[in-house]
Protein backbone atom coordinates (compact mmCIF):
# COMPACT_ATOMS: atom_id res chain seq x y z
CA UNK A 1 0.00 0.00 0.00
CA UNK A 2 1.37 3.49 -1.07
CA UNK A 3 -0.63 5.60 1.60
CA UNK A 4 0.23 5.63 5.02
CA UNK A 5 -3.06 3.52 6.98
CA UNK A 6 -4.16 2.42 10.58
CA UNK A 7 -4.59 -1.58 10.57
CA UNK A 8 -7.10 -2.42 13.23
CA UNK A 9 -5.22 -5.20 16.05
CA UNK A 10 -8.62 -6.73 16.53
CA UNK A 11 -10.50 -7.36 13.40
CA UNK A 12 -7.43 -7.04 10.80
CA UNK A 13 -9.25 -4.41 8.90
CA UNK A 14 -7.03 -1.80 7.04
CA UNK A 15 -7.81 2.03 6.77
CA UNK A 16 -6.17 3.82 4.20
CA UNK A 17 -5.41 7.35 5.40
CA UNK A 18 -6.10 9.01 2.29
CA UNK A 19 -7.10 12.87 3.47
CA UNK A 20 -5.43 15.22 5.49
CA UNK A 21 -7.73 14.88 8.73
CA UNK A 22 -8.85 11.17 9.69
CA UNK A 23 -11.39 10.71 12.93
CA UNK A 24 -11.35 7.74 15.13
CA UNK A 25 -13.91 7.01 17.41
CA UNK A 26 -17.26 4.72 17.83
CA UNK A 27 -19.76 7.53 16.38
CA UNK A 28 -21.48 6.71 13.08
CA UNK A 29 -20.02 9.82 11.58
CA UNK A 30 -15.92 9.02 12.33
CA UNK A 31 -14.00 7.97 9.27
CA UNK A 32 -12.68 4.98 11.51
CA UNK A 33 -15.45 3.56 13.32
CA UNK A 34 -13.87 0.91 16.51
CA UNK A 35 -17.31 -0.12 18.49
CA UNK A 36 -15.82 -0.37 22.04
CA UNK A 37 -17.42 1.03 24.76
CA UNK A 38 -14.11 2.31 26.20
CA UNK A 39 -13.70 4.69 22.45
CA UNK A 40 -15.18 8.00 22.26
CA UNK A 41 -17.91 9.13 20.27
CA UNK A 42 -14.75 11.22 18.55
CA UNK A 43 -11.64 10.19 20.02
CA UNK A 44 -8.83 11.21 17.95
CA UNK A 45 -7.81 12.38 14.75
CA UNK A 46 -4.72 11.29 12.18
CA UNK A 47 -3.55 14.18 10.82
CA UNK A 48 -1.28 14.27 7.33
CA UNK A 49 0.92 16.60 6.55
CA UNK A 50 2.91 15.77 3.42
CA UNK A 51 4.92 12.76 4.89
CA UNK A 52 4.14 13.16 8.22
CA UNK A 53 1.62 11.66 10.30
CA UNK A 54 0.57 12.39 14.02
CA UNK A 55 -2.11 11.19 15.95
CA UNK A 56 -3.96 14.84 18.17
CA UNK A 57 -6.13 13.17 21.12
CA UNK A 58 -9.70 14.81 21.39
CA UNK A 59 -9.36 15.18 24.91
CA UNK A 60 -12.92 14.15 24.88
CA UNK A 61 -12.50 10.85 26.64
CA UNK A 62 -11.55 9.55 30.41
CA UNK A 63 -9.38 6.66 29.22
CA UNK A 64 -7.48 8.67 26.28
CA UNK A 65 -4.94 7.99 23.41
CA UNK A 66 -1.45 6.08 23.91
CA UNK A 67 1.23 5.85 21.78
CA UNK A 68 3.48 2.85 22.43
CA UNK A 69 1.88 2.26 25.79
CA UNK A 70 2.43 6.52 26.43
CA UNK A 71 -0.42 8.83 27.08
CA UNK A 72 -0.29 11.76 24.13
CA UNK A 73 -2.37 14.71 23.77
CA UNK A 74 -0.44 15.07 20.14
CA UNK A 75 2.50 12.93 18.69
CA UNK A 76 4.24 12.70 15.21
CA UNK A 77 3.92 8.99 14.44
CA UNK A 78 6.87 6.46 13.13
CA UNK A 79 6.29 3.39 11.07
CA UNK A 80 5.24 0.48 13.01
CA UNK A 81 4.25 2.76 16.30
CA UNK A 82 0.84 0.74 18.15
CA UNK A 83 -2.48 3.35 18.97
CA UNK A 84 -4.70 2.30 21.84
CA UNK A 85 -8.10 4.67 21.76
CA UNK A 86 -9.14 3.38 25.29
CA UNK A 87 -9.05 -0.20 25.03
CA UNK A 88 -8.96 -0.69 20.63
CA UNK A 89 -5.37 -0.73 19.36
CA UNK A 90 -4.28 -0.30 16.37
CA UNK A 91 -0.63 -0.27 14.45
CA UNK A 92 0.33 2.43 11.49
CA UNK A 93 2.00 2.06 8.81
CA UNK A 94 3.26 3.14 5.51
CA UNK A 95 4.93 5.85 6.36
CA UNK A 96 8.59 6.17 4.81
CA UNK A 97 11.84 6.72 6.97
CA UNK A 98 13.08 9.93 7.13
CA UNK A 99 16.96 10.58 8.23
CA UNK A 100 17.66 10.65 12.14
CA UNK A 101 20.06 13.65 12.21
CA UNK A 102 17.58 16.01 9.93
CA UNK A 103 14.50 15.43 12.36
CA UNK A 104 16.87 15.85 15.66
CA UNK A 105 17.90 19.22 14.37
CA UNK A 106 14.41 20.08 13.72
CA UNK A 107 14.11 18.87 17.44
CA UNK A 108 16.60 21.07 18.68
CA UNK A 109 15.79 23.96 17.31
CA UNK A 110 12.25 23.78 18.36
CA UNK A 111 13.54 23.15 22.38
CA UNK A 112 12.90 26.96 24.16
CA UNK A 113 15.83 27.99 26.62
CA UNK A 114 14.98 26.68 30.19
CA UNK A 115 16.11 27.56 33.52
CA UNK A 116 17.66 24.92 36.11
CA UNK A 117 14.75 25.27 38.11
CA UNK A 118 12.71 24.97 35.14
CA UNK A 119 14.69 21.67 34.26
CA UNK A 120 13.95 20.29 37.63
CA UNK A 121 10.41 20.79 36.94
CA UNK A 122 9.82 18.88 33.73
CA UNK A 123 12.12 16.06 35.35
CA UNK A 124 9.76 15.56 38.71
CA UNK A 125 7.03 16.15 36.04
CA UNK A 126 7.68 13.80 33.84
CA UNK A 127 9.23 10.76 35.73
CA UNK A 128 5.93 9.01 36.14
CA UNK A 129 5.11 8.96 32.28
CA UNK A 130 8.97 7.07 32.03
CA UNK A 131 8.11 4.39 34.25
CA UNK A 132 7.31 0.49 33.02
CA UNK A 133 3.86 1.07 34.21
CA UNK A 134 1.76 1.72 30.91
CA UNK A 135 -0.75 3.68 32.06
CA UNK A 136 1.09 6.32 34.29
CA UNK A 137 0.30 9.95 34.29
CA UNK A 138 2.56 12.83 35.02
CA UNK A 139 2.91 13.92 38.22
CA UNK A 140 0.39 16.27 39.72
CA UNK A 141 1.72 19.71 41.00
CA UNK A 142 1.76 18.57 44.58
CA UNK A 143 3.68 15.99 44.16
CA UNK A 144 6.20 18.13 42.00
CA UNK A 145 6.36 20.27 45.08
CA UNK A 146 6.67 17.27 47.60
CA UNK A 147 9.64 16.23 45.47
CA UNK A 148 11.33 19.81 44.76
CA UNK A 149 10.82 20.69 48.47
CA UNK A 150 8.71 24.01 47.20
CA UNK A 151 5.32 25.57 47.70
CA UNK A 152 2.98 24.17 45.01
CA UNK A 153 2.29 27.62 44.33
CA UNK A 154 5.74 28.04 43.16
CA UNK A 155 5.34 24.63 40.75
CA UNK A 156 2.22 26.36 39.00
CA UNK A 157 3.80 29.24 38.35
CA UNK A 158 6.91 27.27 36.53
CA UNK A 159 4.20 24.82 34.59
CA UNK A 160 2.34 28.24 33.70
CA UNK A 161 5.66 29.55 32.11
CA UNK A 162 6.55 26.27 30.90
CA UNK A 163 2.82 25.73 29.18
CA UNK A 164 3.89 29.72 27.24
CA UNK A 165 7.23 28.23 26.23
CA UNK A 166 6.08 24.83 24.88
CA UNK A 167 3.01 26.58 23.27
CA UNK A 168 0.47 24.28 25.12
CA UNK A 169 -2.33 25.80 25.00
CA UNK A 170 -5.29 25.66 27.27
CA UNK A 171 -7.82 22.99 27.66
CA UNK A 172 -7.86 19.53 29.26
CA UNK A 173 -4.74 17.08 29.76
CA UNK A 174 -2.55 20.75 29.85
CA UNK A 175 0.28 18.40 31.88
CA UNK A 176 0.00 15.59 30.15
CA UNK A 177 0.38 17.58 26.20
CA UNK A 178 3.43 19.02 28.20
CA UNK A 179 5.05 16.07 29.26
CA UNK A 180 4.70 14.66 25.79
CA UNK A 181 6.32 17.62 23.88
CA UNK A 182 9.35 17.43 26.52
CA UNK A 183 9.29 13.74 25.71
CA UNK A 184 9.52 13.54 21.86
CA UNK A 185 12.01 16.84 22.03
CA UNK A 186 14.51 14.47 24.03
CA UNK A 187 14.67 16.59 27.17
CA UNK A 188 13.39 14.34 28.97
CA UNK A 189 14.85 10.50 29.02
CA UNK A 190 15.04 7.39 30.52
CA UNK A 191 18.83 6.12 31.45
CA UNK A 192 19.82 3.70 33.37
CA UNK A 193 20.41 3.93 37.03
CA UNK A 194 23.97 3.19 38.35
CA UNK A 195 23.14 1.03 41.59
CA UNK A 196 24.73 1.49 44.84
CA UNK A 197 26.52 -1.14 46.43
CA UNK A 198 24.43 -2.98 48.69
CA UNK A 199 25.22 -3.02 52.37
CA UNK A 200 25.62 -6.81 54.07
CA UNK A 201 22.10 -7.18 55.37
CA UNK A 202 20.38 -6.52 52.25
CA UNK A 203 23.50 -8.14 49.85
CA UNK A 204 20.84 -12.08 49.74
CA UNK A 205 17.77 -9.89 49.43
CA UNK A 206 19.31 -7.60 46.15
CA UNK A 207 21.36 -10.15 45.13
CA UNK A 208 18.17 -11.67 42.35
CA UNK A 209 17.13 -8.28 41.09
CA UNK A 210 18.90 -6.90 38.00
CA UNK A 211 19.65 -3.19 38.13
CA UNK A 212 19.83 -2.63 34.61
CA UNK A 213 16.12 -2.75 34.29
CA UNK A 214 15.69 0.45 36.68
CA UNK A 215 14.52 3.88 35.69
CA UNK A 216 15.76 7.26 36.50
CA UNK A 217 14.75 10.53 34.12
CA UNK A 218 17.86 12.25 32.53
CA UNK A 219 17.49 15.54 31.78
CA UNK A 220 19.44 17.27 29.03
CA UNK A 221 21.89 19.83 30.27
CA UNK A 222 21.87 23.59 29.24
CA UNK A 223 24.37 26.30 29.79
CA UNK A 224 25.07 27.64 32.60
CA UNK A 225 23.54 31.05 33.34
CA UNK A 226 20.21 30.25 31.69
Do not use: W
Request: hydrophobic share 40%; proline share 8%.
Amino acid sequence: MDTPFLRIEESGEVFPLHDEVTTVGRGQGANIRLDDPSVSRLHAELIRRGPYVYVVDLGLSRNGTRVNGRPVARRVLDDGDVLSFGAARGRIGGIPPEEIAADAELRRAAVPELTRRELDVLNSLCRPALSDEAFATPAAAHEIATDLVVTEAAVKQHLLRLYQKFRIPEGPNRRTRLANEVVALGLVKPMPVKPTPPSSSAASSSASSDPGEVLSVGVLQQPAGR
